[in-house]
């Protein structure tokens, strides 16, 4: 099921409308999933840090990854339930990986993958999303952003992630 809603970018104050792939449309709120591991995929220490600190301090199991071959080895042996995939990372890119996972992961266990990218052009996450990303942040993330994403597909009733 497809879903269109505004994106509002920070730094570009930029007003872009793009098309989600909604998998929470199938869900009652308080039936979504709980949001126990994380793959943050981010060639960007910094970044990486960020977000698994982020995620380590609401108690999730968070492992990262620097390529895009070694975010598909994580993401086959540890079959996390949310990947935050750079898009541009060395030896594979965020879009190539992503394609790969959707090709390969069986439909009962497809992993949340928010694409994170510098880019602002709806054209650009369009791509990104007919390649299998759920969802699009723009770089720098913007921890409200993070939230309303994850609460989209996951039940956070029972999470300490609030604002």
């Given at each position: ?73 994580i ?36 992993p ?31 921890v ?20």
């Amino acid at each position: 099921m497809s879903t269109n809603y505004s994106q509002h970018s920070q730094p570009f104050r930029a007003h872009l409308k793009v098309k989600s792939l909604d998998i929470a449309d199938q869900f009652e709120p308080t039936s979504l999933p709980i949001l126990n591991k994380v793959l943050v995929a981010e060639d960007d220490r910094i970044s990486q840090s960020f977000m698994q600190t982020f995620f380590r301090h609401y108690g999730k199991a968070v492992q990262g990854a620097s390529t895009g071959r070694e975010t598909l080895k994580i993401w086959q042996a540890w079959q996390p339930d949310l990947i935050m995939m750079d898009m541009r990372m060395p030896e594979l890119t965020g879009l190539d990986a992503t394609r790969m996972i959707r090709k390969t992961a069986p439909t009962h266990s497809f992993p949340v993958i928010v694409a994170i990218t510098a880019s602002s052009f709806a054209e650009d996450w369009e791509k990104l999303l007919d390649a299998g990303c759920n969802e699009c942040l723009a770089k720098p993330l913007v921890v409200a952003h993070l939230h309303l994403i994850i609460s989209r597909y996951f039940n956070l009733a029972n999470t300490m992630i609030s604002l």
